[in-house]
């Protein structure tokens, strides 16, 4: 019996995986494929690449319901058929392409998920704008989760290329229909020229209010579109960011935990919608995501607002009860701007022991916006190769002004950017401005080479006081300037989170370093 139930199971397998709706191609069956299939999606894998595995049951999933639509997925073994793969520059796996004919090739931009395969795919199947009518837009509005239909009189030439413009930019996103139907904008509720947006979850329309703007359009797409309660995660991270508003994170470990969360801050979420943005965030596989909001990244639940604009920090209370009443408190008071941004910050340094003054973000304005001083600071991290390599040099620096009994009108400062929340915009490491005494505006960032004379230079020629101090370089000391570029943080951001993340199970592991890669540079 058992036997028999192995092989009925192992037969049916067999069976399943022979039906394949995705289509495996060589170098010599790749070329009729794309001609004869208007729509294809085309995996370049290697079998050894771990995304690779994981995205594979998803691909079949979503070939298997895109292949009623006509639309077709392939895949090509890249280690079998490396001259096909390279002709399409494939450098990485898996690598995921569009074709519309052997010609018309653009990158696949989607989620790695079935149902965001099957979404983008369907999107590109479709014009920008599909002309709907009475017949057709019931079934228009479950093609996707999120679908946007105008409503305007067919000699509406502006309205309509309104629409269009945003419908073209954002096609990848969301679906967009158009009708000149006046009896079925009645139906719906509304008059010419309006929008609706139809979801598939929370409240099922939600109806544009404004003019009939390009911008205004957009921005309707981006708010409406999100759930009341959404989830903060790789694929979405980028979408909460986009809309502008600030976000609040719910932090749980279990997902029963955020669901019950959910429900009890429902009523603040719907009160505050359009003008804060709510969502839950896996503390688990996503907690170290907390210390970036200034929270503490081992005590969980926990809440916290970002203003996604000005990135400052709103981090609620640890120590209190996220409840109903405290968080509706304390939104009323974020919106009412009554809530202070949390200012991360090393304690201020009881004495400044060396020439170089340090600076944290406690002491930042005392120091650096000094207005009868020149103020050159240098903004470094710790893992900073290159700044390690300046210290020494930035320690002569200083000196020299203390030595000339210049520390009256010049000051040389540096600040831990890792460790402290500081105004100043930080592309790479080490970042080097002038703060200019009586002008404290328009700070000038230094992008020469990092000698010490050079730097005496930058401060005289740009500073209010023109101090001068002499040093003598040694000729070959001059440096090239080299900024770690963001590319390098991020590659250290990652590392982080992957030795972080090493102690955690191995699930959690692959979860958070994608999201270091795919997202976390600014999370
Ligand atoms: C918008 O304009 C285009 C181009 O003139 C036209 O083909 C399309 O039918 C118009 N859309 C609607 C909904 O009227």
Known sequence: MRTFKTFAIGAALAAVASASDVESLTKDTFPDFVKENDLVLAEFFAP?????????????EAATTLKEKNIRLAKVDCTEEADLCQSFGVEGYPTLKVFRGAD??????????????????TKQSLPAVSILTVDTVEDFKTQDKVVLVAYFAADDKSSNATYTEVAEKLRDSYLFGASNDADLAKAEGVEFP????????DEPTTIFKEAFGAEAIEKFAKTASIPLIGEVGPETYAGYMATGLPLAYIFAETPEDRASFSEKLKSVAEKHRGVVSFATIDAKAFGAHASNLNLKADKFPAFAIQDTVNNKKFPFDQETEITTESIGKFLDEFVAGKVEPSIKSEPIPEKQEGPVQIVVAKNYDDIVLDDAKDVLIEFYAPWCGHCKSLAPKYDILAGLYVDAGLTDKVTIAKVDATLNDVPDEISGFPTIKLYKAGDKKNP??????????????????NGKHQAEVTYEEPAAEAEKPVVESVAEQAEAATEAAESAAEEATEAAKSKASEAATEDHDEL
């Open 194 to 201: 309006s929008l609706v947006l139809y979801k598939t979850f």
């Open 48 to 60: 050894w690449c771990g995304h690779c595995k994981a995205l594979a049951p998803e691909y079949e």
């Open 104 to 121: 018309n090739i653009t990158p696949y931009s989607g989620a790695r998920k079935a149902p965001g395969i099957i979404s983008y795919m």
């Open 444 to 461: 000038v960032l230094y992008s020469g080479n990092r000698g010490i004379e050079d730097l005496i230079k930058f401060v005289q020629e």
